[in-house]
């Protein structure tokens, strides 16, 4: 499907820096150290309801990333995918009698819109679920080939112990591993499954849901895992560089689509490093779609709010801690903008070229966004307070807060 119209992204003076970014599977800090064509995957969107300020604060990190890379003249290979078929989906579209296609289709508008306004840069391949299942199938068919898949009533089910190198990207233990997997769409206390822990790959056909031909594996649809699995496989291939979501999403998701991946191809790992978001919360609980407990981007916009204000909230947070969205968070974003637009709308400053070294090196610290805004609050300080002769600067500058941190002064 098409993803949303690129912002420019000016060309900065001097050189952009490799990337330094924490993985969770080896959780640490990894310099990355991609090709001329970086390769990124990050997980999209259930489009069930509005963008939320933490869908938004998770696209945020990625689209830095995609910065940063750009900034050093690579090219960057950026892959997403929409769930555009899964149970929460199938249960809000009956809950509100509404055709769940067309629930996706409108909230998925809904997300390109909110992304563009929040300058994201769209990903080069944007798919959905149902578009790619003709791929899944194949892939399902395969590990069960490979003896790595079972059925279970007709439902298909990955054994997680045919991975030796499962519970890599997470470092969980089984008790936490299973307590994770009943909270987040796996099924461990189902019976005659081989591990409690095993995900399904392609789920038989139910009464009144929709379903697709699945070749040998009968009528259905597929599992959560595997979408992503077959979407990055068949756009990127193994061993690309960052895989990326919330950090709900570093088990099970991440961890059983790594092992169907390793599996499948015999090659490790998919990928070089698995990069997670921290999650936004709201009165003391995380933002979430089944708690109901959300600040929405379109809402927001609805206000009048400046969506430059709503990303500069978002960078006010690295993007790795946990966080409460708040009034004052927004209020703080709207006064720095006005500071900001204030410092660069004068036709001459303080000199700017250290100030875009200062950005790089923040970003590429495993994206110290919060650095960057500090750098940048600087030198809009000095502007207030003493101007400048550097005929330009302030040009600079906004180029620079546009390149680098998706911010239009
Ligand atoms: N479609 C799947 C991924 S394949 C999915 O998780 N969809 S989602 O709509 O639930 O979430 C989309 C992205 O937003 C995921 O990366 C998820 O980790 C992230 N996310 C969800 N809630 C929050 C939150 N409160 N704070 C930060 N990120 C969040
Ligand atoms: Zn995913």
Request: net charge negative; hydrophobic share 45%.
């Amino acid at each position: 499907m098409y993803a949303w119209p690129a912002s420019e992204v000016p060309a900065l003076p001097g050189q952009g820096r490799d990337l330094r970014i924490h993985d969770t599977a080896t959780e640490g800090l990894v310099t990355l150290d991609p090709g001329p064509v970086a390769r990124i995957y990050v997980c999209g969107i259930t489009p069930y309801d509005a963008t939320h300020m933490g869908h938004a604060a998770t696209y945020n990190a990625f689209d830095l990333v995609q910065r940063v890379w750009l900034d050093t003249k690579r090219q960057v290979h950026y892959v997403q995918n929409v769930t555009d078929v899964d149970d929460p989906l199938l249960e809000r579209a009956q809950r509100d009698d509404i055709d769940w296609v067309a629930l996706a289709e409108k909230e998925t508008a809904l997300f390109r819109e909110d992304m563009t306004a929040l300058r994201m840069l769209p990903p080069r391949h944007y798919i959905g679920a149902v578009e790619a299942i003709p791929g899944i199938v194949p892939l399902v068919e395969r590990l069960r080939e490979a003896g790595a898949a079972y059925e279970l009533d007709g439902d298909i089910y990955f054994s997680v112990e045919s991975d030796p190198d499962f519970g890599k990207v997470s470092n969980l233990d089984a008790a936490a591993m299973r307590l994770l997997s009943a909270e987040r769409g796996g099924d461990p206390e189902r019976p005659g499954k081989k591990n409690p822990l095993d995900p399904m790959l392609w789920m038989a056909a139910r009464e009144g849901e929709p379903s697709w031909d699945g070749g040998s594996l009968g009528r259905g649809r597929p599992g959560w895992h595997i979408e992503c699995v077959a979407i990055a496989l068949d756009h990127l291939g193994m061993g690309f560089d960052v895989q990326g979501g919330g950090s709900d999403l570093a088990f099970p998701h991440h961890e059983m689509g790594a092992s169907h991946a390793q599996v499948l191809t015999g090659e490790f790992p998919m990928a070089k490093a698995y990069v997670h978001a921290g999650m936004v919360a709201l009165h003391g609980e995380k933002m979430s779609k089944s708690k109901g407990n959300l600040v929405f981007v379109s809402q927001l916009r609805r206000d009048g709010v400046d969506p430059a204000a709503i990303r500069l909230a978002l960078l006010a947070h690295h993007y790795r801690a946990d966080w409460e969205w708040t009034d004052q968070v927004l209020q703080d974003a709207v006064d720095r903008l006005g500071r900001w637009r204030a410092a660069v709308s004068r036709p001459d400053g303080p000199a700017a070229e250290a100030l875009v070294e200062e950005i790089r090196d923040a970003l590429a610290n495993d994206l110290d966004a919060p650095a960057a805004l500090a750098a940048v609050d600087r030198w809009a300080a000095t502007q207030e307070a003493e101007g400048g002769t550097d005929i330009g600067a302030p040009g600079v500058v906004s180029r620079a807060v546009d390149a680098l941190l998706g911010v239009a002064l």
